[in-house]
């Protein structure tokens, strides 16, 4: 059974930063790509940034590049996403999902449960 | 970037068919993988279709998609409502470099 747990979430300041990961089981980490999904409170999805299953190609949202970092380690099982002067705009659940395959950073087929990311002074 | 339309909110009684548009903006619906996720109230979201017409493991054959070149739109198809079929529904797609989603339209089955 596929499992996607993120951890890492929580109360932030304006210009904080934060590191989120997401342990994963129930399938072979390295041959799927990875994405982070986020949604505002009461709004809909908003896509955040993917990596291939190797961890050479990313992929980021224009509104958070050049802040947030994704990475992977595959001998861990686990995928990571580094935020960096975290605005108010940034405050939302944050999901990760799993692509089909090691190139498929475009889509998902399985959805952790969320960590929520607040960033209020 | 295109941006990808969806009715906000679409309803039907239990036992019928539903269909949800996805229309794409700009470029070609069938150049680009279509997918469609399923969010139930205080819910996180699942996918039950991806590939244009792929369902994952576990999705029930009443959920169906397809694409229209002739009218550059994906469709998601629910037969034999039920009423835990109740959510929000989005489609997803993609460019080089981004995903986009649609807006999401809320099914309520009455």
């Known amino acids: ?121 | 970037n295109f941006m990808l339309t969806q009715p906000h909110s679409v309803s039907e009684s239990p036992g019928k068919t539903v269909i949800i548009s996805c229309t794409r903006s700009s470029g070609s619906i069938a150049s680009n993988y279509v997918q469609w996720y399923q969010q139930r109230p205080g819910s996180a979201p699942t996918t039950v279709i991806y590939e244009d017409n792929q369902r994952p493991s576990g999705v029930p054959h009443r959920f169906s998609g397809s694409i229209d070149s002739s009218s550059n739109s994906a469709s998601l198809t629910i037969s034999g409502l039920k009423t835990e079929d109740e959510a929000d529904y989005y489609c997803q797609s993609y460019d080089s470099t981004n995903w986009v989603f649609g807006g999401g339209t809320k099914l309520t089955v009455l």
């Open chain 1, 1 to 121: 059974e596929v499992q996607l747990l993120e951890s890492g979430g929580g109360l932030v300041q304006p210009g904080g930063s934060l590191r989120l990961s997401c342990a994963a089981s129930g399938f072979t980490f390295s041959s799927c790509g990875m994405s982070w999904v986020r949604q505002a409170p009461g709004k809909g999805l908003e896509w955040v940034s993917a990596i291939s299953g190797s961890g050479g190609s990313t992929y980021y949202a224009d509104s958070v590049k050049g802040r947030f970092t994704i990475s992977r380690d595959n001998s861990k099982i686990t995928l990571y996403l580094q935020m960096n002067s975290l605005k108010a705009d940034d405050t939302a659940v944050y999901y990760c999902a799993k692509g089909v395959r090691s190139s498929s950073w475009y889509e998902a087929d399985y959805w952790g449960q969320g960590t929520l990311v607040t960033v209020s002074s």
